[in-house]
């Protein structure tokens, strides 16, 4: 029997170009109880597989439109504000959430907003994937605890229970970043605007980032490991990553760290193309372009997205 306290509660689910059992989770989750499941099509979702989801009784944004993940999440969770949803668990198409996931979180919302203290996000745990780098959330200094709820700088998007009402205040993520950093630059800002950040350490769903990892001259045991990227991707977080060190709202102790880390990075993923003297000059330009403050979808995207990003958020944010 459905839970009663996930009626107010919408799931949203971003897709691109899913396989079949992709859709089949979307399906699903259809029956579960939510509110509403809104799934939005990032490009490459078949006829066959669109109507599917229709019969199902999910609700279908962009009809193919690639318009990057931020915008997507910004789409559902218009949608789901439109519809008076509350809450807002969004997933990705790989993922796959315990079957608690939901009333887990929404209780620890619940927990912590009992506890006086305003919440944006709550979210798992990150799992680990064999042969995937699981993302790490940092803690937040200063930041009050609640049991098994800890804060954190940020955390991944999928996965993750937004409080609606908080999204309102806190504003949308930043569609000029078009797919990395969306959901750090999102955090940071939300701890500024007074909204904590929270994973619950009691629930955990597994993460897959990238396609495998880069260890540090293939040494496992020097513990530097980073997921392994296409290039547009790489050159795509290492710009917003750059940007952010414009943001008042991102901490100066993170931005610190960030500029002893990314060069380091940017040398493993270059020691890991063969030194290919193109892929340093794309890494250099992509630092470039962030101190520059040159954003939107990357120009190396490949076409086949390319072609759908006619239309673009204004790009004068600070």
């Known amino acids: 029997m459905p839970d009663p306290r ?18 089949d989770r979307a ?12 799934a939005f099509d990032n490009g490459g979702l078949a006829v066959a597989d669109a109507a599917r989801l229709a019969r199902a009784g999910v609700t279908l944004l962009s009809e193919g439109r690639n318009l990057g993940i931020a915008e997507a999440l910004n789409r559902i969770a218009g ?19 315990p079957e608690h996931l939901a009333a887990a979180l929404l209780a620890a919302r619940d927990r912590l907003r009992g506890a006086g203290i305003p919440v944006a996000v709550v979210g798992p745990a990150p799992a680990p994937t064999a042969g995937h780098k699981a993302p790490a959330y940092p803690p937040r200094p200063a930041a009050p605890e609640r049991d098994d709820l800890a804060p954190v700088q940020f955390l991944a998007t999928s996965g993750s229970l937004i409080d609606l ?29 007074g909204y904590g950040c929270y994973v619950a350490r009691a629930v955990a769903i597994p993460h897959r980032v990238g396609g495998g990892v880069i260890r540090a001259f293939g040494i496992a045991k020097l513990g530097i490991v980073m997921p392994r990227q296409p290039l547009f991707r790489m050159g795509t977080y290492l710009r917003n990553a750059v940007y952010a060190w414009r943001l008042p709202h991102v901490p100066l102790r993170w ?11 940017a040398g493993l993923y270059w020691a890991d193309s063969g030194w290919r003297p193109a892929v340093l000059m794309r890494l250099l330009a992509a630092a470039r372009d962030g101190a520059l403050g040159r954003l939107g ?13 006619a239309e673009l958020l204004p790009q004068d944010r600070p």
């Open 6 to 23: 996930l009626s107010r509660l919408v799931l949203g689910i971003t897709l691109f170009r899913p396989g079949r059992d992709q859709v």
């Open 27 to 38: 399906v699903a989750q259809a029956a579960a109880g939510f509110a509403a499941v809104i």
């Open 79 to 97: 949608a789901a504000r439109a519809a008076g949803a509350e809450t807002l668990l969004l997933l990705d198409q790989d993922a796959e959430p």
């Open 165 to 193: 009402d908080a999204f309102a205040r806190v504003g949308p993520f930043r569609a000029d970043f078009f797919i990395d950093g969306v959901e750090l630059e999102w955090c940071f800002r939300a701890w500024a605007c």
């Open 255 to 265: 931005k610190l760290a960030q500029a002893a880390y990314l060069p380091l990075q």
């Open 297 to 309: 979808p990357p120009e190396d995207l490949p076409k086949d997205l390319a072609a759908d990003l």
